[in-house]
């Protein structure tokens, strides 16, 4: 069993800057794809921003422009780069990894508050 272990959540300013990290409690397969998801009150969960082993990143609209996304093979961690946010980025943040030939394989973090105050 693999644990992602979470960090950089917080409160910020609207237009400010966090940094969110996520490491793997063990080595994690170049078949796993890495990410992040967030759920916001009252919302569904939805994708942030993931990354295949080999650098391939999926980025939504509302993250294009304003979120980055790397992933070190070394460390198993994946870091998620948030800039110019906003109120609507409130939520929590959930670090994922997931086979990418079998998605029944799925990790999930315990997941990471994020504030954006006006």
């Known amino acids: 069993q693999v644990q992602l272990v979470e960090s950089g959540g917080g409160l910020v300013q609207s237009g400010g800057s966090l940094r969110l990290s996520c490491t793997a409690s063990?080595?994690?397969?170049?078949?796993?794809?890495m990410g992040w998801h967030r759920q916001a009150p009252g919302k569904e969960r939805e994708l942030v921003a993931s990354?295949?082993?080999?650098?391939?990143?999926t980025l939504p609209d509302f993250a294009k422009g304003r979120f980055t996304i790397s992933r070190d093979h070394a460390t198993d961690t994946v870091t998620l780069q948030m800039n110019y946010l906003k109120p609507e980025d409130t939520a929590v943040y959930f670090c994922?990894?997931?086979?990418?030939?079998?998605?029944?394989?799925?990790?999930w973090g315990p997941g990471t508050p994020v504030t954006v105050s006006s």
């Open positions: 990354i295949t082993s080999s650098g391939s990143i």
């Open positions: 994922n990894a997931y086979n990418h030939y079998d998605e029944t394989l799925q990790y």
């Open positions: 063990r080595p994690i397969s170049s078949h796993f794809v």
